[in-house]
C-alpha cells in the first residue's frame, strides 16, 4: 500500500533517522510527509492533518513561516557555510544573553544533543569531578552517559537504555526518579563528593508532560550548592517556550548552565550551551575542556533561529498560546468525561499530553501505569480524522501560533471520534 514504507526499510535503518518516526509503540504505517504549512502536515499520500507534534517542538510558529523561509533564502544566496565566525552568530549570542539574565556567555552547536553533552563536559572539567546525576525519564539527548533511563524515544523501546554504552559510562550517570526530594538527597549524600553537576529538564517534557513539584528545582539547587556540583538545567525543549528567555528566567532556582535547541534554530539543526562566563570560559580555545564544530554556527541555521526569535519577540505570543491551550485541553477533558474516558492531560504554555488514568503522573513510574492501548487507539482514531499526536504515549503534544481557535475547533471534532471507544 505504501511504497515508501518498503524502499526505507530497505537502505534506512527501520525506515527512519530518528526511532520514534518508526511508528513502533501506537504501530500502523508510518507517515511520510510531503509538505508542510502553518499548523498542518500533509503526507504523500495526500492526508492533511493537524499537526500537535511539530517536529517534536522546534515549529512554535507554525511550518514554513514566511518571514524564518525568507531569511534562510536570503541566508543560502550568501553562501551556506565558511566556518569563519559572522555578524549573525554575535547577534544570536547577544539575543541569548540578552533574554537569559543567568547565561553571559553562550556557544552555538547543532543539536541539543551535543548541547548537553557539551555542558556535561564543563562541569566536569570546571569540578574534576565524574558523576553526574539525572532523572528517570528525562531526555537529555543520545550520548552514552544519558541514555540511561531516558524516557520517550528509548520508553517505546523494551530496554531503558541502549547497547553499545559501556558500564563504566552508564557508572558515571546516577538515576533517580523526578520530583523525588528525598531521593535526590540521598544520591548526593553518597556521591556528592564526586558529583559534578544535577542535570535535568525543568518542565519535563519527554515522557508526555511531568510538572515539577514546588520547590522541586529550588531543591536541587541546594543541594548542588552544598555539595559544590553544578545544576544544569536542560532547556532543548523549554527554552523560549514559556516566556522570550529561559523557563529559568520564570523560576526561583538559578542554574549554573543552561542548554537550548529546537525552537532557537527555527527548524533547522542547531544547539546552544551557555552560562556562567567563568564556567563557559573553560572551554577551548580560551579553556581546557575541548569542544568544537565544522558546522557550528551555520549560517542558515543561525538565520533561521534569529527570524523566529525576533518575531517570537514582537509577538510575544506567551500568555495567549497558554490560555488557548489551557481552554482547548479543558475541552478534551470534557469529551472525554462525558464518554466515560478516564484520562488526565497535564498542560503549560503550548504544551500538553494525555495520559490514561486518574491523576496527573509525577514520575516516570507513574506515566508508566497509564493505559499505553488507550493512547495507541485514541492516537489511530485522531490520524484518521486528520490529527496527528507525537506517535507515543511518551511524548508531549504542541501548539504553534497557527494553531487558531478555528484549527482548534476542528481537532476537537477529531478528538470527540476518537476518544469514542
Ligand atoms: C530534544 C531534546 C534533546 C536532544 O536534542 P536533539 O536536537 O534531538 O539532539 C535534549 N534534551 C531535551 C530536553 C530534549 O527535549
Not at 337 to 365: Q, T, Y
Request: aromatic residues 8%; glycine residues 10%.
Amino acid at each position: 500500500m505504501n511504497s515508501f514504507k518498503a524502499r526505507s526499510q530497505s537502505v534506512i535503518p527501520g525506515g527512519v533517522n530518528s526511532p520514534v518516526r518508526a511508528f513502533q509503540s501506537v504501530g500502523g504505517d508510518p507517515l511520510f510527509a510531503s509538505r508542510a504549512a502553518g499548523p498542518l502536515l500533509y503526507s504523500t499520500d495526500g492526508r492533511e492533518l493537524i499537526d500537535f507534534c511539530l517536529s517534536f517542538g522546534p515549529m512554535i510558529l507554525g511550518h514554513a513561516d514566511p518571514e524564518v523561509v525568507e531569511a534562510i533564502q536570503t541566508a543560502a544566496t550568501r553562501g551556506t557555510s565558511y566556518a569563519v565566525t559572522t555578524e549573525a552568530e554575535i547577534e544570536m549570542a547577544e539575543l541569548l544573553t540578552e533574554a537569559i539574565p543567568s547565561m553571559d556567555k553562550v556557544r552555538l552547536v547543532n543539536s541539543g544533543t551535543e548541547a548537553v553533552m557539551t555542558a556535561l563536559r564543563i562541569a566536569r572539567g570546571a569540578t574534576g569531578r565524574r558523576k553526574i546525576l539525572k532523572f528517570s525519564g528525562c531526555y537529555h539527548g543520545h550520548t552514552d552517559g544519558m541514555l540511561v533511563q531516558a524516557g520517550s524515544g528509548v520508553a517505546g523501546i523494551a530496554s531503558a537504555s541502549s547497547a553499545g554504552v559501556t558500564s563504566e559510562c552508564a557508572a558515571d550517570t546516577l538515576v533517580t526518579p523526578y520530583n523525588d526530594f528525598e531521593a535526590a538527597s540521598a544520591a548526593v549524600r553518597e556521591h556528592g563528593a564526586d558529583l559534578a553537576a544535577i542535570v535535568v529538564e525543568p518542565i519535563a517534557a519527554n515522557m508526555g508532560l511531568v510538572l515539577p513539584e514546588p520547590k522541586f528545582l529550588l531543591h536541587l539547587r541546594e543541594l548542588t550548592e552544598k555539595a559544590g556540583a553544578l545544576l544544569i538545567f536542560d532547556e532543548v525543549i523549554t527554552g523560549f517556550r514559556f516566556t522570550f528567555g529561559a523557563f529559568a528566567n520564570l523560576c526561583c532556582a538559578k542554574p549554573d548552565l543552561i542548554t537550548l535547541g529546537k525552537i532557537i534554530g527555527g527548524g533547522l539543526p542547531i544547539g546552544a550551551v551557555g552560562g556562567r562566563a567563568d564556567l563557559m570560559d573553560h572551554l577551548a580555545p580560551t579553556g581546557p575542556v575541548y569542544q568544537a564544530g565544522t558546522l557550528s554556527g551555520n549560517p542558515l541555521c543561525v538565520a533561521a533561529g534569529l527570524a523566529t526569535l525576533r518575531k517570537l519577540k514582537a509577538l510575544d505570543p506567551y500568555a495567549a498560546l497558554a490560555e488557548r491551550c489551557a481552554r482547548f485541553t479543558d475541552e478534551i477533558r470534557g469529551l472525554a468525561k462525558a464518554k466515560g474516558v478516564e484520562v488526565s492531560i497535564p498542560n503549560d504554555g503550548s504544551l500538553f499530553s494525555m495520559f490514561f488514568r486518574g491523576s496527573e503522573p509525577r514520575n516516570f513510574d507513574e506515566v508508566q501505569q497509564s493505559d499505553a492501548d488507550a493512547f495507541v487507539r485514541m492516537f489511530h482514531g485522531l490520524l484518521e480524522n486528520g490529527v496527528y499526536l507525537p506517535p507515543s504515549a511518551f511524548e508531549t503534544s504542541f501548539l504553534s501560533v497557527r494553531h487558531t481557535d478555528a484549527v482548534l475547533e476542528r481537532a476537537l471534532e477529531a478528538f470527540d471520534r476518537a476518544l469514542a471507544f
